[in-house]
């Protein structure tokens, strides 16, 4: 059974920083493109940053490039966010998503991924 449990959300204000994790459990971790996402209430899933199998290719929507880094250590099957200068519109909620490293598609749309954790909460006040 496929896991993928994320961690380190929380309130901070605006220019913060914070660490988002997702451990991933049930899946060989080390084929799997995995990608972040987040919602807020009324609007659609929008896709953050994703990252190859490998860690070496990653993708990053236009809102949080330069802010926001996305990384893995599949020796410990967990993926990683680093969110910096934190902005009030980069509230929501957060989530991980996984899919086969070998699926064609956008790679930030949330059609293209398999596997999804339950998310974690970002508060950013201004």
């Known amino acids: 059974q496929v896991q993928l449990v994320e961690s380190g959300g929380g309130s901070v204000e605006a220019g913060g920083s914070l660490r988002l994790s997702c451990a991933a459990s049930?899946?060989?971790?080390?084929?799997?493109?995995m990608g972040w996402f987040r919602q807020t209430p009324g609007k659609e899933r929008e896709g953050v940053a994703s990252?190859?199998?490998?860690?070496?290719?990653?993708t990053y929507g236009d809102s949080v490039k330069g802010r926001f880094t996305i990384s893995r250590e599949n020796v410990k099957n967990t993926l990683y966010l680093q969110m910096n200068s934190l902005k009030p519109e980069d509230t929501g909620m957060y989530y991980c998503?996984?899919?086969?490293?070998?699926?064609?598609?956008?790679?930030?749309?949330?059609?293209?991924?398999?596997?999804w954790g339950q998310g974690t909460q970002v508060t950013v006040s201004s």
């Open positions: 990252i190859r199998s490998n860690g070496v290719s990653t």
């Open positions: 049930g899946l060989p971790f080390w084929g799997y493109r």
């Open positions: 998503a996984a899919v086969e490293e070998w699926t064609m598609g956008w790679v930030l749309s949330s059609a293209l991924y398999k596997y």
